[in-house]
């Protein structure tokens, strides 16, 4: 999973980016490349499965952060005013400013509406010249896609009435538009930047499409990444903050971009995977590796929650909760596979 920060100048995206990643950030090379940084997903259910099976090795699901630098843009197309590094994530994380710090009195919500804007503008731009060169190839006689047409005639139908495309549920995810990385298409995280002495949330008026928002206060959780682990729990604890940054983000972005885990077992390794919900077993397996997706003949699967109850795989399959699934079968969170596959 690969999720990009943005939002206007001076929110404190490279700041939160410490706060998340605390000495794990690694630069971008070149001006134009993105600061990143490959995160370790927390999952307390595989922590248990690593104590039941005693592997050599425990390995959590990740996601990439990226902070794109800012864009060398051309000052007479609006279209280069956000960073390009938007288009390739998954999902887009928006920091928000809800601090002074010079910078003038904060305004969170207009912020917020004012980088909706700029996202809205940015689809419209790059419907609105894909139907340009579309035009520009009918008139040179060349074979059309319709179906790519009748699309982006829908998308900017709606872009003009200043709704984002996650509410198109037809369009958002379609694979003829995919390759656009349409921003308002992507899920959003909405991350309030407090003031250091300031834990509420501001009022917002949400994005349509909007639902995951949090307050961080990015200068305090920056200072938190440095810690050692025993020192940064007392200094939490201190301070009221019952989990870190990084740990309500991720939670936050799971449920913007509706994943779901589900693991893999055995001697050598206990493993957690990410997919979106809805995810069909093949694929899923998929992820895995790729020859398990092509040779795919069914799954044993059993849930998590009750491995670990009862201790071991024989259990499961004797108290009848394990159960063979085929290629229609969709991943439920907290699945433990077994892909049986030939290639």
Same mark, same amino acid.
């Given at each position: ?87 390739? /994530? %998954?999902?887009?994380? =928006?920091?928000?400013?809800? *601090?002074? #710090?010079? &910078? +003038?009195?904060?305004?969170? !919500?207009? @912020? ?112 938190? /990444? %440095?810690?050692?682990? =025993?020192?940064?729990?007392? *200094?939490? #604890?201190? &301070? +009221?903050?019952?989990?870190? !940054?990084? @740990? ?96």
């Amino acid at each position: 999973m690969r999720l990009a920060l943005c939002g206007l100048a001076g929110a404190g995206k490279t700041t939160l980016m410490r706060a998340l990643a605390g000495r794990k950030v690694v630069a971008g090379r070149g001006r134009e490349a993105a600061d990143q940084a490959l995160l370790n997903v927390p999952e307390p259910r595989l922590d248990r499965l690593y104590r039941l099976y005693q592997p050599q090795r425990k390995v959590y699901a990740q996601i990439t952060v990226i902070d794109p630098p800012p864009p060398a843009a051309k000052p007479d197309d609006p279209a280069t005013k956000l960073p390009p590094q938007l288009h390739q /994530a %998954e999902g887009l994380i =928006e920091v928000v400013r809800n *601090f002074d #710090a010079g &910078l +003038g009195p904060p305004r969170p !919500a207009a @912020d917020h509406q004012s980088f909706h804007q700029e996202l809205l503008l940015s689809d419209l731009i790059t419907v609105e010249r894909r139907l340009e060169r579309i035009a520009a190839e009918r008139q040179r006689g060349r074979d059309i896609d319709q179906e790519e047409v009748s699309l982006l005639e829908k998308c900017r139908a709606h872009l003009e009435d200043e709704q984002p495309l996650r509410l198109l549920a037809e369009v958002a995810g379609h694979a003829k538009l995919r390759g656009f990385g349409l921003l308002t298409a992507k899920p959003v995280v909405v991350v309030v930047n407090n003031a250091e002495d300031d834990p509420a949330l501001p009022e917002l008026d949400l994005a349509p499409g909007v639902s995951q928002v949090l307050v961080v206060r990015a200068g305090i959780e920056a200072e938190l /990444a %440095e810690l050692e682990p =025993e020192a940064r729990a007392e *200094f939490m #604890a201190d &301070l +009221g903050l019952e989990t870190s !940054a990084l @740990d309500r983000l991720i939670a936050a972005a799971y449920r913007a971009l509706e994943v779901v885990t589900f693991f893999t077992v055995g001697q050598d390794e206990v493993r957690a995977w990410t997919v979106r919900a809805g995810t069909p077993a093949p694929q899923a397996a998929g992820v895995i590796h790729s020859d398990m997706e092509r040779g795919f003949i069914r799954a044993e699967v059993m849930p998590v929650d009750k491995l670990l109850e009862l201790g071991s795989e024989a259990a499961v399959k004797k108290a009848g909760l394990l159960k063979l699934v085929g290629r229609d079968y969709l991943v439920q969170d907290g699945d433990v596979f077994h892909v049986r596959f030939s290639v």
